[in-house]
């Protein structure tokens, strides 16, 4: 992560100044369930600004995949906002969650990321391809309001040709890499995206929504909150594209 993104993810993730936590190595990671027996598919959630990978499991998401027949293994990643501060998120997920899953045999590895998490899920992927199998980006960060605004006045991502912009020229090289969705290749994998209709992201998410096929987007009612996220989960597990589906 450069150092031209920072600001934009301190001051545009959640619209707060809460001091964020530390970075500490190695990231802690939360274990949620170990999957049926010999499984090779393992689900991370990565939460939002201010929240926890323990939110996923309060609210249901864990359960609700279960009850949708995965047998993926389940676990958690607190990458949270100093991560993105520090530049070392991509390598902390590499290094503490990525790198020993397939040490343990993980062949499948699917990203699961809420706001920031969401971010930091295609922020990930883009910078390693090869790694993940699979992204479900619910309500995620896409970038500030002036990159937005360029872009849909464009005509969307499809029309609209990147260049360096002072102080975030990163973040257009990532919507770059995004509009690579139009015609998805081995740099990208499966991504499902949902987000609530009234979510201030909502029209950013727009702006994604257009490069993917529309089975693939799941608009829901709601804002920014977690009873929106769980509805825009239940709508992806409904699909037919479930991460380590048995029976």
């Avoid at 993810?9 to 190695?26: E, K, M, S």
């Avoid at 279960?66 to 530049?87: E, K, N, P, T, V």
């Avoid at 209709?197 to 096929?213: H, I, K």
């Amino acid at each position: 992560m450069k150092r031209q993104l920072l600001p934009l993810l301190a001051l545009c993730a959640t619209g707060c100044f809460l001091r964020p936590d530390p970075a500490t190595v190695p990231m802690r990671t939360l274990e949620i369930s170990p999957g049926t027996p010999g499984t090779r598919c393992l689900v991370v959630f990565l939460a939002g600004r201010g929240d926890t990978p323990e939110h996923f499991v309060r609210n249901g998401f864990p359960e609700a995949l279960r009850r949708a027949g995965s047998g993926c293994a389940l676990m958690g990643a607190d990458a949270h906002l100093g991560y993105f501060i520090d530049r070392s998120v991509g390598r902390r997920l590499q290094e503490d969650v990525v790198a020993p899953a397939k040490v343990r045999g993980f062949q499948e590895i699917w990203l699961v990321g809420i706001s920031l998490g969401g971010f930091g899920s295609l922020l990930y992927t883009k910078d390693h391809t090869g790694d993940i199998a699979g992204i479900v980006a619910l309500a995620p960060y896409l970038g500030s309001r002036s990159l937005i605004d360029e872009i849909a006045a464009a005509g969307g991502a499809a029309a609209w040709a990147p260049h360096e912009i002072p102080r975030e020229k990163d973040l257009p090289a990532f919507w770059a890499w995004l509009k690579g969705y139009r015609h998805p290749d081995a740099e990208h994998p499966p991504l499902f995206l949902t987000y609530g209709r009234s979510d201030r992201f909502a029209r950013a998410n727009g702006l994604l929504a257009d490069l993917l096929p529309d089975d693939h987007v799941f608009p829901v009612r709601g804002g920014h909150t977690w009873a929106a996220w769980r509805r825009g989960w239940d709508a992806f597990l409904a699909s037919p594209y479930l991460p380590g589906k048995t029976g």
